[in-house]
C-alpha cells in the first residue's frame, strides 16, 4: 500500500486546480474587456448639466462658460441684480465677476415683487475674430407677474483667463420679449 496519493485522487485535484485557473482568468478577461469596451465612454463629451434651484427671494444656476470652466449665476430677487461668478479651475481662485440689474431690463412693476425664473441654455459662437468671445451659456430670466423676459450673455476673454487675470464685465440683454399678450388683474 501506497502512503502518498493515488491516481484518480491526483487526477481530481489537477482537474479542480486547472478549472479554478479557468474561471479566473475568465474573470480577469471579462473585467479588462469590460473595462475598456465602456459602452457608455460616448456620452461624456456629449452631455453637459446645468443646474436651477429658486426660492422666495432667490435663484441659482450653473452654467459652462468655457471647455472646463463653470460659471454660478445668481439673482437676487429683492435687489432685482444678477451676478455670475467664474471660478478658475487650475488655481481655485476667482476668474470672472459679471453683473447686471434685471429689475431694469424686465420693468418690475411698482408695488410687486417680482417673481423671477431662471434658466441657462447653450450657445455655441462659430466665428469670433478677437479675443472676447460670448461664453457658451445664456442665462434666460422672466418675470411670472408680468410675463417678460429676457435673454443675457457672458463675455468671455479666454486669452486673459489663460494668462490667470481675472475679468469684470457686465451681463449683455440679446434679446427680450413677452411669454403672454394680457395683462393678469390681481
Same mark, same amino acid.
Given at each position: 500500500?501506497?502512503?502518498?496519493?493515488?491516481?484518480?485522487?491526483?487526477?481530481?485535484?489537477?482537474?479542480?486546480?486547472?478549472?479554478?485557473?479557468?474561471?479566473?482568468?475568465?474573470?480577469?478577461?471579462?473585467?479588462?474587456?469590460?473595462?475598456?469596451?465602456?459602452?457608455?465612454?460616448?456620452?461624456?463629451?456629449?452631455?453637459?448639466?446645468?443646474?436651477?434651484?429658486?426660492?422666495?427671494?432667490?435663484?441659482?444656476?450653473?452654467?459652462?462658460?468655457?471647455?472646463? @470652466?463653470?460659471?454660478?449665476?445668481?439673482?437676487?430677487?429683492?435687489?432685482?441684480?444678477?451676478?455670475?461668478?467664474?471660478?478658475?479651475?487650475?488655481?481655485?481662485?476667482?476668474?470672472g465677476l459679471y453683473k447686471r440689474?434685471?429689475s431694469l431690463d424686465l420693468g418690475?412693476?411698482?408695488?410687486?415683487?417680482?417673481?423671477?425664473?431662471?434658466?441657462?441654455?447653450?450657445?455655441?459662437?462659430?466665428?469670433?475674430?478677437?479675443? @472676447?468671445?460670448?461664453?457658451?451659456?445664456? @442665462?434666460?430670466?422672466?418675470?411670472?407677474?408680468?410675463?417678460?423676459?429676457?435673454?443675457?450673455?457672458?463675455?468671455?476673454?479666454?486669452?486673459?483667463?489663460?494668462?490667470?487675470?481675472?475679468?469684470?464685465?457686465?451681463?449683455?440683454?440679446?434679446?427680450?420679449?413677452?411669454?403672454?399678450?394680457?395683462?393678469?388683474?390681481?
Open positions: 500500500m501506497s502512503t502518498g496519493f493515488t491516481s484518480k485522487p491526483r487526477r481530481m485535484f489537477f482537474v479542480g486546480v486547472g478549472l479554478g485557473l479557468l474561471v479566473g482568468l475568465g474573470m480577469l478577461a471579462g473585467t479588462t474587456v469590460t473595462a475598456s469596451l465602456n459602452p457608455f465612454a460616448f456620452l461624456e463629451k456629449q452631455l453637459h448639466a446645468s443646474a436651477t434651484h429658486g426660492g422666495e427671494s432667490m435663484a441659482i444656476a450653473t452654467g459652462l462658460i468655457d471647455e472646463g @470652466v463653470e460659471g454660478v449665476f445668481m439673482l437676487d430677487f429683492i435687489t432685482g441684480e444678477l451676478t455670475c461668478q467664474v471660478l478658475n479651475p487650475r488655481t481655485g481662485t476667482l476668474a440689474t434685471v418690475a412693476e411698482q408695488g410687486k415683487q417680482p417673481k423671477y425664473l431662471m434658466v441657462t441654455g447653450t450657445l455655441k459662437v462659430r466665428q469670433n475674430v478677437s479675443n @472676447v468671445k460670448p461664453a457658451e451659456s445664456i @442665462v434666460y430670466i422672466a418675470d411670472a407677474n408680468t410675463g417678460r423676459y429676457v435673454a443675457y450673455l457672458l463675455p468671455w476673454n479666454k486669452a486673459a483667463f489663460n494668462q490667470n487675470v481675472a475679468q469684470a464685465n457686465e451681463l449683455i440683454p440679446i434679446g427680450q420679449g413677452s411669454a403672454r399678450n394680457i395683462v393678469l388683474e390681481r
